[in-house]
């Protein structure tokens, strides 16, 4: 599960050990978002507040929104639910799919069970690697590509399957896998914030 | 005017068929052609995708797999068959294609046929005959009819869908809840997947009628979160039966009264088992809750909760439409019905198909699926998802019902098949099923998460030819404690394909 432990969501430190260990540079995608946007993003969620379990639903929303769920909203949530909020944080952490930073500008998955390994998935998440100068799990030092594992995207019969901006590819080759991010791979510094819906 | 399909499957669009939809529609104006393109679901003949078809007076003729450069051609075959009627895509009648031909078709009769989100096409197609049928039933006859079908669970454990159905209809409660488990994270299966693309209301119909039976009045689906087109297309189905009153009050003219939700999970394989799922619909962090109480007595916010697989709801539509005693007619000992194979990885004709339980591995692997995709020797294939046994050549001589896996130290599962050629490393696959346990263990019992981190390392030394006689009998040990000591099948499991892996090396 890759980029889970390395959080805590009151620590001040926090962001230093993360970049310590994740070797990341502080960008402005990495910056805490507003007083404003935080209300905006409170009034928005507590709309879905009388759903019954409604963590999960609202912690979607806020990560469809901003792309991740920033620590600063974890104590509002808590408030909001009427939960601790070490519960909110416990949920945050449990699921995979909830970021606590912003991934980069091109979040690209590669599947790595079964099916897509018995049609050299293993290899291409290591061309993967080796093409972008980073482990699975961590996003280029520029912010460009997070790269992750992703354990069966349902497309099991025509692997290795990567999907690239929520865009599914099938029997994706290290020559096809080449072609598709092509146009995506920037050496240069990034400033542009991943678009939220890609995270 | 004339109908062209294009699929738009999850597998069909990874293989480009959004590029070839847009391609009929640019070159059918080129040529001033009136065309009706539908985006149906996948006939689940994925390697044959995308697939398109076009309707003719003989029957839905098929094309595949097509590319965007094929197009042109395809389009002059349609209009003017005299000129150019030598495309090799063409495939003939399509339900005559000996792949679709010789299954036996019963959740997934509709798929790839009817227009998704069309209720008149689900309508015209037996669609909702079912819940008609079940309108006119009291609870204990609906319960009473599935439990006489001998229906089980589809979602792997193979519990007799009817007892638990019973559970929750004689568990009094204000308020009861029915759950569909979509959670389909098992590397290997998409039948699910294919099925709520592909057939929704299907979903949506087994659902009402399971409210129907036990007295429920709200219901979640709870669907992974990498699911998008399905997510999507169930959406879209629900607001459909919503607006065309089969759901929410007086459905389908009664009294009774449905809500149907989808919720999404969030990357966590382990909100599959039910407990979990359970716990995760309810805001929590998805770990598994010791049983009993019963979900059917204490389930969702304590609640008496019906807890079904996809497929299994999807059945009890047919059960309804088409009776106890015609369902039965399919399968064999007491794995009743049919199953949906799904043959997934290094596979030359990989899909889904369903047939009657019983059929024969071989069979399956050989007339179905044509041999490995790289074209060498299959080495092994894992039946069941990443918890289930790999089978050696030796093994797969073996029919495919639940009671034949159970003697044979396998299990069919949700019925998916990952095929290996003689590539697959079996050390790493016995080391990838610890990993994945380490990985995706919730964490709530202590042979699960920290056995299977133990498993890695034990594996790592055997591979390293540390001790290694030593260390397989420390491994053996390790996987009784897993299996005897897990709390769910996460950890109960995860020694089967070690095993099976390990007793595939101890041979060679």
New interface residues.
């Given amino acids: 599960?890759p980029n889970k432990s390395n959080h805590d969501a009151n620590s001040s430190n926090a962001t230093e050990d993360r970049i310590t260990i994740k070797n990341l540079p502080v960008t402005s995608a990495e910056t805490t978002i507003s007083t404003a946007q935080l209300e905006t993003l409170l009034e928005t969620v507590s709309s879905l507040k009388h759903l019954?379990?409604?963590?999960?639903?609202i912690?979607?929303k806020i990560q469809h929104q901003l792309g991740y769920i920033p620590s600063e909203v974890i104590p509002d949530i808590a408030q909001l639910?009427n939960l601790s909020r070490a519960?909110v944080h416990?949920?945050v952490s449990?699921?995979?799919?909830?970021r606590t930073h912003p991934c980069g500008q091109h979040l690209l998955r590669i599947?790595a069970?079964?099916?897509?390994?018995?049609?050299g998935a293993r290899a291409l998440m290591q061309h993967a690697e080796e093409k972008l100068h980073i482990k699975s799990g961590h996003t280029t030092p520029n912010n460009n590509i997070t790269l992750e594992a992703?354990?069966?995207?349902?497309?099991?019969?025509?692997?290795p399957?990567v999907e690239i901006n929520?865009r599914?590819?099938?029997?994706v080759t290290t020559t096809l896998f080449d072609q598709l991010t092509a146009g995506l791979i920037t050496a240069g510094p990034i400033n542009a914030m991943p678009r939220p819906d890609q995270c | 005017m004339l109908d062209i399909f294009v699929p738009a499957d999850t597998t069909a669009c990874a293989l480009g068929a959004d590029a070839v939809a847009a391609a009929v529609i640019t070159e059918a104006n080129i040529r001033k052609v009136e065309i009706n393109l539908i985006r149906n679901g996948s006939r689940g003949l994925f390697w044959l995708e995308p697939l398109v078809e076009i309707t003719t007076e003989q029957g839905r003729i098929g094309f595949g797999p097509v590319t965007v450069e094929h197009i042109p051609q395809l389009i002059n075959h349609i209009f003017e068959p005299d000129i150019t009627d030598n495309t090799a895509l063409c495939l003939g009648l399509i339900d005559q294609i000996p792949s679709l031909k010789n299954q036996q078709r019963v959740n997934f009769a509709r798929a790839g046929i009817i227009d998704p989100l069309s209720l008149k096409d689900y309508l015209a197609h037996g669609g909702y005959l079912g819940l008609q049928q079940a309108l006119t039933m009291t609870a204990e006859s609906m319960v009473d009819q599935v439990i006489a079908s001998g229906l089980r669970g589809r979602g792997g454990a193979a519990f007799p869908t009817g007892i638990k159905w019973r559970t929750v209809l004689e568990t009094p409660a204000e308020q009861k809840y029915i759950v569909c488990n979509a959670d389909e994270g098992d590397s290997g299966t998409f039948a699910d997947r294919l099925l709520m693309e592909a057939d929704p209301f299907q979903l949506i119909e087994g659902m009402t009628i399971a409210a129907l039976a036990v007295g429920a009045s709200q219901g979640y689906i709870y669907l992974r979160a990498e699911y998008p087109k399905a997510h999507r297309v169930l959406q879209q189905a629900i607001d459909l039966a919503y607006s065309n009153s089969y759901l929410g009050k007086n459905i389908a003219a009664s009294e009774h009264q449905f809500d149907l939700q989808i919720r999404l999970g969030a990357g966590a394989y382990i909100c599959g088992e039910e407990t979990a799922l359970l716990e995760s619909l309810e805001g929590k962090r998805g770990q598994v809750r010791a049983k009993p109480p019963l979900p059917a007595i204490s389930g969702l916010f304590g609640k008496p909760t019906m807890i079904n697989n996809v497929l299994t709801l999807a059945t009890v539509a047919s059960i309804f439409a088409r009776g106890a005693d015609w369902y039965k007619t399919f399968g064999c000992n007491r794995s009743v019905g049919t199953l949906a194979i799904q043959l997934a990885g290094n596979i030359a004709q990989g899909g889904l198909i369903e047939l009657a339980f019983g059929a024969n591995l071989r069979d399956i692997l050989v007339d179905f699926g044509g041999g490995t995709a790289t074209g060498k020797p299959i080495h092994a294939v894992q039946v069941g998802g990443p918890l289930g046994a790999y089978l050696a050549a030796s093994e797969w001589d073996i029919k495919l019902d639940y009671e034949t896996f159970n003697d044979a130290n396998a299990m069919l599962g949700h019925g998916g098949i990952v095929v290996f050629d003689d590539s697959v490393d079996m050390l790493q696959q016995a080391r990838f099923a610890m990993e994945f346990c380490a990985l995706e263990s919730c964490g709530k019992c202590t042979p699960c998460r920290i056995g299977s981190t133990r498993g890695i390392e034990v594996i790592d030394k055997i591979q390293q030819g540390e001790q290694p006689k030593q260390n397989l009998i420390l491994l053996e040990e390790l996987c009784d404690t897993m299996q005897y000591g897990s709390l769910c099948a996460m950890g109960g499991l995860t020694p089967m394909p070690v095993r099976s892996a390990i007793k595939h090396l101890k041979k060679r």
Avoid: I, K
């Fill in positions: 599960m019954p379990g409604a963590l999960l639903p912690l979607h639910l519960e416990g949920v449990f699921y995979p799919d909830f599947c069970a079964e099916a897509c390994q018995a049609n992703v354990y069966c995207l349902g497309n099991c019969t025509a692997g399957s929520q599914l590819h099938g029997r």
